[in-house]
């Protein structure tokens, strides 16, 4: 067990009464009439004296749970401020109080407040624990439970059981089976409270044989377990190979007549699941009505993902239908499960109707993404990085050749300008192996692009290629490089900071850029309807769809159908979309799920990177769709020499290849 500071287990003597407490305590009561939005009857029952110690635990009760606990506290330091009395019962009064609310800091600052005034007593700690508990601080509850045994108190079962929740909470299992341990040493009872939050701690760090080890225990000390105990015990076998062991068990519960309830029946699925047994898993789905075991999302999602393992988009489909018939909601992950069940029976018309009936069902289907995984940042100025610019430079040199307008989108337009410098790139060093290299090595290529790209990036560091690189240009800042006046740029961030920053660093760029018309929208690129793209595009137009494919399937769903609508709605405009290349049976899906959306002839542009010792993404390619008549032999031409500049740097070898779907 953890200790905590000496502070919070000092014992010391009650201070002196100063001053007449009833005369102290009158003159807060006419503070908190005047000022406190509360019922003013409370007062009344006081009397012109005010109230006495006792009755100051009942009005600070009163007030905590009429007024708030902030109000409670308000008139707790008031007393103390003038001198009055203040006892153990009135710190408990407001331990109660923040303990309910979860302000576990609160609590464990005012047992350190107590050693000054008053002692604490076995109700002070086990309140302490339990709010500890509620705010996953195992830490501090743990540090309680010393404490109070430094106090000369015994902790009790409710109390223990609080500290092994904690931990529970917090994925502590070790910890939790630690406490647990420490009960039976010290002969304090254990219980089905006990065993149960052990277990399922156990559980939630897949410890799956502890699980079942404390499982067993529980029998032998015939403690009685419950549908909580067995569905935390069936749950810990959610992990790939230990299916079989979860099958055991829910049958061995069952013909012992044990309770078994909903959860526990959709661990089992869960677990079948996990084991890569669909068929299995359907059949729990089926069994559990007669069983009067009702399924729930969390059932039916498990189930959905199952049937994506089995590629069973039929029976994906027909569960859709039956969640909605039995009043279930559906929610986003219902919706990916089935696309991926789709999608992997190669059904991929029927993902992307999915993906639409989520957005007209207003399912905010991207909040899987609401704490953003991936940052620009990490891979700029990476091979791949370079390989994508470049890619996209090839094509705004064409688009700006032609002396009409136009318009340019980045869907997920990142920082626009990165600092090598950062944090996040210097952790990876992956510029070194891309625009460092690129540099040193590409001072005399006859690619005219390529050249073009290494005057921009000197023109942003303000050298003439001697000097060290400090930044680089994301996709943005690239394209105002090759804008005309009479071009427009509309560059969509949705993510705050991100945003913020973008704003930032076109304003510096506007200094040495000519300025087109730029359009910087906090705005989710995928929220665009066709009626949006067909009244704010038109005539001609570049876009690049540059997403962080995290997850990749839900990405790639909703990026084929940001291209479909694209084309649709804004048929003169040229689309890119930028993808990983993770191996070869991915990228065959690809292909064929960008032939089948009929959308036009597709251009492949790919470049694979192969660095001694690195586990850093080593492909990527780029859908060009409506691409610019003949760029494939520049394009080719561009990434032969690219791949021969980057090769240079030992260590480093690199492929690419051009060619039609």
Not at 90 to 112: D, I, K
Not at 333 to 357: Q, V
Not at 617 to 635: D, H, M, T, Y
């Amino acid at each position: 067990m953890q200790t905590v500071h000496a502070a919070t287990v000092a014992r010391v003597q009650k201070p002196p009464r100063h001053g007449t407490y009833e005369r102290a305590a009158k003159g807060v009561l006419e503070d908190l009439q005047r000022q406190l939005p509360i019922d003013q009857s409370m007062f009344a029952r006081y009397g012109a004296q005010g109230p006495g110690p006792k009755e100051t635990t009942y009005l600070l009760r009163k007030l905590a749970r009429e007024g708030g606990r902030g109000i409670a506290e308000k008139v707790f330091v008031q007393l103390r401020q003038m001198g009055c009395e203040v006892n153990v019962f009135h710190f408990n009064t407001l331990l109660a109080a923040h303990a309910a609310a979860g302000s576990w800091l609160r609590c464990c600052a005012l047992l350190g407040e107590m050693a000054s005034r008053t002692s604490p007593d076995i109700y002070t700690y086990g309140t302490l624990v339990n709010a500890c508990e509620k705010g996953s601080a195992w830490i501090a509850a743990l540090g309680v439970l010393v404490a109070m045994e430094s106090g000369r108190f015994r902790p009790d079962t409710v109390t223990c059981n609080s500290a092994i929740s904690a931990c529970e909470k917090s994925g502590e299992w070790a910890q939790a089976l630690g406490v647990l341990r420490e009960m039976i040493a010290k002969e304090v009872q254990i219980d089905t409270v006990s065993c149960s939050a052990v277990i399922s701690a156990c559980e939630k760090a897949s410890q799956w044989d502890w699980a079942l080890h404390q499982l067993g225990r529980m029998r032998e000390l015939s403690i009685e377990s419950n549908a909580i105990t067995h569905s935390a015990a069936i749950s810990a076998c959610e992990v790939e190979d230990a299916w079989p062991r979860a099958v055991l068990l829910f049958d061995e519960l069952r013909q012992a007549g044990a309770e078994l309830d909903t959860f526990s029946w959709t661990a089992l699925l869960c677990a079948f699941e996990k084991g890569q047994r669909w068929q299995e898993s359907l059949q729990v789905l089926q069994d559990m009505p007669s069983q009067d075991a009702l399924p729930t999302l969390v059932t039916y999602n498990s189930a959905l993902l199952a049937c994506a393992h089995g590629k069973q988009w039929r029976m994906a489909l027909q569960i859709l239908s039956e969640q909605q018939s039995h009043g279930l909601e559906l929610d986003s992950i219902s919706f990916y499960k089935a696309m991926d069940a789709c999608s992997a029976g190669s059904e991929w018309e029927r993902a992307l109707r999915l993906l639409e009936d989520m957005m007209e069902s207003n399912i905010d289907g991207l909040k899987v993404q609401a704490k953003p995984c991936y940052d620009h940042q990490l891979q700029a100025g990476s091979a791949l990085d370079c390989f994508k610019h470049l890619v996209l430079a090839s094509l705004l040199e064409r688009m700006a050749q032609e002396p009409q307008s136009f318009t340019y989108a980045d869907t997920h337009a990142g920082w626009g300008l990165y600092d090598l410098s950062a944090l996040e790139v210097t952790i990876h060093q992956n510029h070194l192996y891309g625009i460092t290299a690129l540099v040193e090595n590409g001072k005399k290529s006859p690619q005219c692009t390529i050249q073009h790209f290494l005057t921009a990036l000197r023109s942003l560091n303000g050298v003439n290629g001697e000097a060290e690189l400090r930044r680089c240009l994301g996709s943005p800042g690239l394209a105002l490089r090759w804008l005309r006046p009479q071009d427009k740029a509309v560059f969509f961030e949705v993510a705050s900071h991100v945003h913020a920053a973008l704003q930032r660093n076109l304003q510096e760029l506007n200094a040495w850029l000519e300025k087109p018309r730029v359009e910087v929208l906090r705005q989710n690129s995928y929220t665009l309807t066709p009626e949006a793209i067909s009244r704010n595009f038109q005539g001609r137009g570049l876009v690049l769809i540059d997403s962080p494919y995290e997850p990749y399937t839900e990405y790639l769903a909703w990026n084929l159908s940001l291209l479909r609508s694209l084309r649709r709605s804004w048929p003169s405009s040229c689309v890119a979309v930028w993808y990983p290349a993770f191996n070869p049976e991915q990228t065959t899906s690809l292909y064929h799920r960008a032939k089948d959306l009929q959308v036009g002839d597709v251009l492949v542009a790919e470049m694979n990177v192969t660095l001694e010792g690195s586990e850093a993404l080593a492909s990527s390619g780029v859908l060009l769709v409506n691409a610019p008549p003949e760029i494939e032999n520049e394009l080719g031409e561009m990434l032969s020499e690219l791949g021969q500049l980057l090769s240079l740097k030992q260590g480093t070898a690199v492929t690419s290849a051009v060619f039609w779907l």
